[in-house]
T-cell receptor
Framework: TQLLEQSPQFLSIQEGENLTVYCNSS?????LQWYRQEPGEGPVLLVT?????EVKKLKRLTFQFGDARKDSSLHITAAQPGDTGLYLC????????????FGTGTRLTIIP | EAQVTQNPRYLITVTGKKLTVTCSQN?????MSWYRQDPGLGLRQIYY???????DKGDVPEGYKVSRKEKRNFPLILESPSPNQTSLYFC?????????????FGDGTRLSIL
């Protein structure tokens, strides 16, 4: 079973600050997804990265896939209360395999 | 509106009383799966289905059953629930197999087994 470790597990910061959360594994993934989950709802896809070294931006959120395709990071600039939620990464081990492996999540709280 | 619908949203029941959690998607997706979410353990896949009448075990299938008789529906069945199955359950669907396809999740079913 391939494992995805996310760090930190919890993060609480002031509005306007920057932050980075990490998703690490010893395994190689063909692609990696990031989801955000809000209380009482299911996870919602934010982005999929598929190429080693790829960087994708979604407004104030920047996602990077590691060169070796074993890790990923999510950087948020000028965090806002609306960014509060549980952030989950999910990796697909190799092409043609349908099973995603989810990380344990980073619970982010932005304090107004 | 494209969505995955789970029912019920909340259920409290007792050990051994069979229950079914329904899941329906209106996006004509081939791939559907069930997850459970527990603190510190993340989302763990219970069962998945690549198409009608095709199902397979995920990481934690013990104590659960599924069926896929129609493309849109993928019910999760607990024949004899036990307290260790108390959890938050999510149904998800995607257009096809392969990790690059986005998973669309339902809003979850919080299940408590006493």
């Amino acid at each position: 079973t391939q494992l995805l470790e996310q760090s930190p597990q919890f993060l609480s910061i002031q509005e306007g600050e920057n932050l980075t959360v990490y998703c690490n594994s010893s395994s190689v993934f063909s692609s990696l997804q990031w989801y955000r989950q809000e209380p009482g709802e299911g996870p919602v896809l934010l982005v999929t990265v598929v190429t080693g070294g790829e960087v994708k931006k979604l407004k104030r959120l920047t996602f990077q896939f590691g060169d070796a395709r074993k890790d990923s990071s999510l950087h948020i600039t000028a965090a806002q209360p609306g960014d509060t939620g549980l952030y989950l990464c999910a990796g697909a081990p190799y092409f043609g395999n349908e099973k995603l492996t989810f990380g344990t999540g980073t619970r982010l709280t932005i304090i107004p | 509106e494209a969505q995955v619908t789970q029912n019920p949203r909340y259920l409290i029941t007792v050990t051994g009383k069979k229950l079914t959690v329904t899941c329906s998607q209106n996006m004509n997706h081939e791939y559907m799966s069930w997850y459970r979410q527990d603190p510190g353990l993340g989302l763990r896949q219970i069962y998945y289905s690549m198409n009608v009448e095709v199902t397979d075990k995920g990481d934690v299938p013990e104590g659960y059953k599924v069926s896929r008789k129609e493309k849109r529906n993928f019910p999760l069945i607990l024949e004899s629930p036990s307290p260790n199955q108390t959890s938050l359950y999510f149904c998800a669907s995607s257009l096809s197999v392969g990790g690059a396809w986005p998973q669309h999740f339902g809003d979850g079913t919080r299940l408590s087994i006493l």
